[in-house]
C-alpha cells in the first residue's frame, strides 16, 4: 500500500491510496481534480474509486470533473448530497480497491453523512500489514472537526466507540493540515504535556504532518483523553459529553498562533466574558485551520 498526501486550496488534503500488487488506486475527497490527476500520472497506476468522506464542497466538488473524464469510476460516501455517489456504503462494510482492503465506517458528527474509510494491506499469509484510516473532517490530527450536524454525544461516540478503537499503529490520515495550530490549542488545556510539548517541536519544522496514528492521537490529543485528570481539570467537567462540549467551543475560539492568549483563562475570557481579560492582536490576524 502507497499512500500519496496531495495538498489543495490553502489546507485541505486530498490522498490517493494506491495497491502496489493490482497497480489500482482510490482517490480520497479529490476536490482540485487536476493536482490529483497529476500525481496519479506520475504513478502509472489506474484509478478505480473515489472515496468522499463528506458532502463539504471542499472534499466532494472534484467528483463531477473526475467522473465526467472517467465515467466508470465508483464513487463512494453515506449522503446523497455527494456529487456523482454511485456507491452508498453502510456501517462496516467492506469492499477492496485491488488486494486492498477497505471498511466504511459511519462517524455522524461534523455532518450526519460522514464516512471514514479503514484500510488494511495484507501479505501473502492474509496477515495485515499495514493500517490506515482516512477520517475527513471528523478524527484530525490532534484535534476533531467542528460540530456542524451532531452535537457533543455524537462526536464522542464516533471518537470512543469507533475511531478509537482501532489498533494503535494505524496511520491518521485527516482531510486539513492543520497539527500545528490543533496541539497550540491542546497546550493550552493540558499544558504539562510532555508529548504534546515534543510534537509541537516537530510540528513546527514540518510542512506536512500527516499521518499521525492511533496511538500517538491518545496521548496528545485532548478529545481522546477526557477521562484523563489534566483534561477534567483544566475544563471542570468529568462528564465527558459535558467536557467534549466545552473542548470544541474552547477550541473554536482559538485563533492561533498570531494571537497571544494567556493559557486557558484567556481561552475562558474569550468564549464566556469573565472579567481580565488579557490578549494581544497581531496585525493580521490567522484564522483557525480547524475544520
Known amino acids: ?88 456504503c453502510k456501517h462496516n462494510e467492506e469492499f477492496t480497491v485491488g488486494t486492498l482492503r477497505i471498511r466504511s465506517l459511519h462517524t455522524p458528527s461534523h455532518t450526519k453523512g460522514s464516512v471514514c474509510y479503514y484500510v488494511r494491506d495484507v501479505n501473502e499469509m492474509n496477515e495485515e500489514i499495514e493500517r490506515a484510516v482516512f477520517t475527513g473532517d471528523t478524527l484530525q490530527n490532534g484535534g476533531c472537526g467542528k460540530f456542524i450536524e451532531g452535537d457533543a454525544k455524537d462526536m464522542y461516540n464516533v471518537l470512543y466507540n469507533i475511531l478509537g478503537q482501532l489498533p494503535k499503529d ?66 471542570g467537567k468529568s462528564n465527558p459529553h459535558e467536557a467534549i462540549h466545552v473542548l470544541r467551543e474552547l477550541n473554536d475560539n482559538f485563533i492561533g498562533k498570531n494571537i497571544e492568549i494567556d493559557g486557558l483563562n484567556g481561552l475562558l475570557e474569550m468564549n464566556y466574558g469573565m472579567n481580565n481579560r488579557r490578549e494581544r492582536r497581531s496585525k493580521e490576524l490567522e484564522p483557525s485551520s480547524v475544520p
Do not use: W
Open 1 to 88: 500500500m502507497r499512500i500519496i498526501p496531495i495538498p489543495i486550496f490553502e489546507h485541505n488534503y486530498s490522498y490517493l491510496i494506491i495497491d502496489n500488487k493490482a497497480n489500482e488506486a482510490a482517490a480520497v475527497d479529490p476536490a482540485e481534480p487536476q493536482k490529483v490527476l497529476a500525481v496519479l500520472a506520475q504513478t502509472g497506476a489506474k484509478l478505480t474509486s473515489i472515496l468522499t468522506t463528506h458532502h463539504h464542497q471542499r472534499h466532494s466538488s472534484g467528483n463531477v470533473e473526475l467522473v465526467s473524464e472517467r465515467p466508470t469510476l465508483a464513487v463512494y460516501g453515506h449522503d446523497a448530497r455527494i456529487p456523482e455517489l454511485n456507491y452508498v
Open 170 to 235: 494505524t496511520k491518521v490520515y485527516g482531510g486539513h493540515e492543520c497539527m500545528l495550530t490543533n496541539l497550540q490549542f491542546a497546550n493550552t488545556i493540558d499544558t504539562n504535556n510532555y508529548f504534546i510539548q515534543e510534537k509541537l517541536k516537530l510540528s513546527q519544522s514540518k510542512n506536512c504532518n500527516v499521518p499521525s496514528t492511533i496511538e500517538e492521537e491518545l496521548k496528545y490529543n485532548p478529545y481522546l483523553r477526557l477521562s484523563e485528570p489534566s483534561i477534567q481539570n483544566a475544563l
